[in-house]
């Protein structure tokens, strides 16, 4: 017999439709709070969280003020830093409290973290002692690192206790977590010793010793370890979640898959965005002045490597005065050329951040992308011979841009995956710095071949 499905689960959306957008500004604009709950109480935290940053700031306060009961914690937490300051200013203290209360420990420590002095202890003083204490205590440590990305809800029971013994105290004690993957065995010194899957937990029999179902995958990080590394743990290991020790090696924190991947998935935003040269805390609703500063500084390192370039052209200007054709086909090798190094950059960038790209393997994998520009390089320079050749009617001249394609092409992937790989070595962010070296490598490279070139064969 088919089950019905639950009310609550119909009410249940995929993302957000801009009709439905559309409708809650509507709702909002004619003071309706009824029909403003019957369109944002279906949806899920992160949908609200999206629809607030989609629309405008008097549009967010005019819903805040409007529904302001009815946003909670999770809604807070997936708010962008740039949104939800603003709003935690509109929104009354009694709701911030009532918020934040149902919220894990390191939901609450990302929440209020970024925020003012002023707003932190503001959602502080809302929380119990006890939580107080724990939130205070994760953001002692530094920032990016493990102790403020874990978690102190978790279950723990003694080592030596059987599979009965940590059934009946997991049903019996009402303050664990709602949710969690492991239970962890630990020492009388509350030092972590194994930990067992709740399905491996629950499929025993209740007098098998818990130490006899241990898990392999077994493996704690300090306090102290950078967020990045957790991630990497997580990502490489397959793990689930893993527990956090302090510097004595006790038990103080529990780190989950989720927490390991928003890691990840902000390094990889974070990466994309330096490649771009766009300031990594930058957000679509970051004011216009913050946007223009927050890209002005590598648009000016830009502007220095192009006049670098344009010098190189300057050297050449009567060769170009003499063959107008020279003018016309320099873009070409510039594009070509420019493409290629990011091509290359892209893939080496991402590596050294995966740790593929290793000391041990950098020779080979430089090897083969020279190769892969070498292949390239004739490849495109024979195209471009042709049609330089047909379109200007001096078949010398396709023979100079398919050797400038040859050599800009490989000059490219040289620089594509030394740069980066060189900025790692002087612990500089390969993402951050990559793309104006490269591009002007590439950019000198071609201009000296294909002209230099042009001036020896051409006149």
């Not at 932190?120 to 440590?141: F, M, P």
């Not at 805390?281 to 890209?295: I, K, Y």
């Amino acid at each position: 017999m088919q089950q019905e499905t639950p009310p609550e689960q119909e009410e249940i959306t995929d993302g957000l439709e801009q009709e439905h957008i559309q409708s809650v500004i509507e709702a909002v604009e004619a003071q309706d709070s009824d029909q403003l709950n019957e369109l944002l109480e279906p949806l899920h935290a992160a949908d609200v969280a999206d629809l607030i940053e989609q629309i405008s700031q008097p549009e967010r306060v005019a819903l805040v003020e409007l529904w302001g009961d009815g946003i909670d914690g999770e809604v807070l937490s997936e708010l962008h830093e740039s949104v939800r300051e603003p709003l935690l200013e509109v929104l009354p203290s009694e709701v911030v409290a009532d918020a934040i209360r149902d919220l894990d420990s390191d939901d609450v420590v990302e929440l209020v973290e970024d925020l003012e002095e002023e707003h932190q202890s503001r959602l502080l003083e809302a929380l119990e002692i006890k939580d107080r204490i724990g939130v205070e205590g994760a953001l002692s440590y530094p920032e990016y690192s493990a102790g403020r990305l874990m978690q102190r809800e978790l279950v723990a029971v003694p080592e030596d206790w059987s599979v009965g013994q940590a059934i009946d105290y997991i049903r019996g004690d009402d303050s664990l977590p709602a949710q969690f993957y492991h239970v962890i065995l630990v020492s009388p010194a509350m030092k972590p010793v194994g930990y067992i899957t709740l399905g491996r937990l629950l499929s025993s029999r209740r007098q098998v010793p818990l130490a006899d179902i241990t898990e392999p995958s077994f493996r704690t990080v300090s306090v102290t370890e950078e967020a990045s590394e957790v991630a990497y743990l997580f990502n490489h290991y397959h793990l689930i979640s893993t527990p956090v020790i302090d510097e004595n090696g006790r038990l103080v924190g529990m780190i989950t898959i989720d927490d390991a991947m928003t890691v990840l998935d902000e390094e990889h935003e974070e990466d994309m965005l330096r490649m771009a040269g766009v300031d990594e805390d930058s957000s679509l609703a970051d004011t216009v002045w913050q946007t223009t500063r927050g890209r002005a500084v590598w648009l000016m390192v830009n502007l220095m490597t192009a006049i670098f370039a344009s010098m190189v052209i300057n050297l050449y200007a009567e060769t170009i005065n003499q063959m107008v054709a020279l003018a016309v086909l320099m873009p070409i090798v510039a594009s070509m050329g420019g493409n290629a190094g990011t091509q290359t950059m892209t893939v080496a960038v991402r590596a050294i951040a995966t740790r593929e790209l290793t000391s041990r393997n950098a020779l080979r994998v430089s090897w083969r992308e020279i190769t892969v520009g070498a292949i390239n390089g004739v490849g495109f320079g024979i195209v471009m011979a042709l049609v330089a050749a047909f379109w200007f009617g001096i078949p010398m001249l396709g023979a100079v841009i398919a050797l400038a394609m040859a050599f800009t092409l490989v000059a490219a992937a040289l620089g594509g995956i030394v740069i980066p790989i060189m900025l790692e070595r002087f612990n500089i962010d390969p993402a951050l710095a990559s793309g104006p070296f490269v591009t002007t490598v590439t950019d000198v490279v071609g201009f000296f071949a294909f002209l230099g070139l042009a001036s020896l064969i051409l006149l």
